[in-house]
């Protein structure tokens, strides 16, 4: 199920980067149901299999493990830094984001969490399924031009094996606090800077005219939804990468002519709250990227020919730039090889309790409590990934005594198997 949680429009100053955002406030309310009962239940037979739909949005995804703490940016997208922009105390620049991109893995653990997207598309890393549709939120403005000027969104689509993973690594830097890891893993999305282009060959390429009647078609709080249909199949062991670039149908004098009075597209960005992503996992690809003005003009050193994730702005002494991922959602169909269901009222008996504490220090341990009469019952503890830490065969005194010393901070899951009954739940450890 897709949700959209834009609603009121505010100012926030952030540094010279970004300042003159609009934010966009999100809402408290959205914090996880811990004491929901969930399990992953395997179709028995193809014929049990079916063709679902799901909205992603991975920004949405963490802060609702998170708690729902964030908040949404806008900044503008444009070509080059000769159209200046007005930031705060009336002070001119140049336009400093000229592309921005997603990676992005809908098979990622994050967004197949039992307790928290019962009913929906669960994908496996083993899955083929379809990019249906993609929707980019954000504002297009109209300025002096004539109605008759019609600017463009190129919308660029690459499907392919990932061509190596890298790393950025900051072992005493800002990035390993707020990450809780030395090492930062992310694909390398390319750009090449000779024809300021997407780096990529792309499967899928769509320029979406931007004219009077789309500034006009907005929701109630002013925000812009514009929609393609790629209608692409992923296969297994693959994934997609995205570009977005702003065309401008006009011509306007360099270094002199402003935002203010020019047809203008801004994107929006979910800042994560307090700026830091405490669940991050290596291996889970899914990161927005922009493309500043360095790369753009060939200065950023061994940034060049590549947009940037946007954790790359964490580094230094304090949070430059909060963990970000964009406003943009994708639409993916395919068949449901787990289903995510709730367990019925007459299975809750055998059902796990909550552990305590919940959460859970390092270095402490933790008390799951088991309520099932089944001598062959096991319980077993995974990561988020889903691969298996510690098995216990053997349960005594209807509980299981769980020593985290050996975990890192972040969030794991407890499955208790009993007969047919398969019951899942989540436990996060702090440092």
């Known amino acids: 199920m897709k949700k959209i949680y834009l609603l009121i429009l505010t100012v926030l100053i952030y540094g010279t980067s970004v300042s ?15 004491k929901q009962i969930s399990k992953i239940k ?22 609702l493990v998170l708690g729902g703490l964030g908040t949404y940016a806008a900044n503008y997208l444009f070509p080059d ?40 598309l669960s994908l496996l890393k083993e899955s083929t399924y379809t990019l249906d549709s993609i929707e980019y939120y954000g504002f297009y403005m109209r300025g002096v031009q004539s109605p008759s000027v019609v600017d463009t969104l190129l919308v ?10 890298f790393s950025y690594f900051g072992p005493t830097s800002q990035v390993s606090i707020n990450l809780g890891v030395d090492t930062v893993m992310f694909v390398d999305l390319l750009y ?16 979406v005219p931007l004219t009077v009647a789309v500034a006009n078609d907005t929701l109630d709080n002013g925000i812009n939804v514009i929609r393609v249909a790629p209608n692409l199949t992923i296969a297994a062991d693959q994934h997609f990468y995205v570009s977005y670039s702003f065309i401008p149908g006009y011509t306007w004098n360099p270094n002199i002519d402003s935002m203010v009075n020019n047809n203008r597209l801004r994107f929006l960005s979910l800042n994560e709250n307090p700026g830091n992503f405490p669940v991050y996992s290596k291996h889970d690809w899914n990161a927005s990227y922009i493309l500043p003005q360095d790369v753009r003009y060939n200065v950023a050193g061994g940034w060049n020919g590549s947009y940037i994730p946007s954790f790359a702005y964490m580094g230094g002494a304090t949070n430059t730039y909060s963990y970000i991922h964009h406003a943009i959602y994708y639409k993916c169909t395919g068949v449901s090889e787990f289903a995510i269901v709730s367990v019925p009222e007459n299975e ?4 796990l309790a909550d ?6 220090n390092v270095n402490s341990s933790m008390i799951i409590p088991v309520n099932s009469n089944d001598p062959n019952a096991t319980l077993i503890i995974t990561d ?18 769980i020593n985290t010393s050996g975990l890192n901070g972040g969030i794991y899951f407890y499955t208790l198997i009993s007969g047919k009954n398969t019951t899942t739940k989540k436990f996060t450890v702090v440092k």
Not at 385 to 399: A, V, W
């Open 156 to 165: 660029e689509v690459k499907v392919d094996n990932f061509p190596g993973s």
């Open 42 to 63: 395997h179709h028995e037979t193809p014929s049990n299999l079916k063709s679902v739909s799901r909205w992603y949005n991975y920004g949405e995804t963490i802060d």
């Open 348 to 351: 809750t008996e055998n059902a």
């Open 81 to 120: 830094s000769t159209m200046q922009v007005v930031y705060t105390g009336g002070v001119v620049g140049g336009t400093w984001i000229h592309k921005i991109g997603d990676v992005f893995d809908p098979t990622a653990y994050f967004f197949n969490d039992p307790s928290s997207y019962m009913g929906e």
């Open 384 to 401: 988020i990934l889903g691969q298996e830490l510690t098995r216990y065969n053997e349960i005594s005194d209807g509980k299981v005594v």
């Open 355 to 360: 552990a305590y504490p919940n959460p859970v």
């Open 192 to 207: 090449d800077q000779a024809t300021n282009s997407f780096g990529y060959t792309a499967n899928y390429s769509y320029k």
């Open 20 to 34: 003159g955002q609009n934010s966009l406030i999100f809402p408290a309310n959205r914090n996880l149901d811990q």
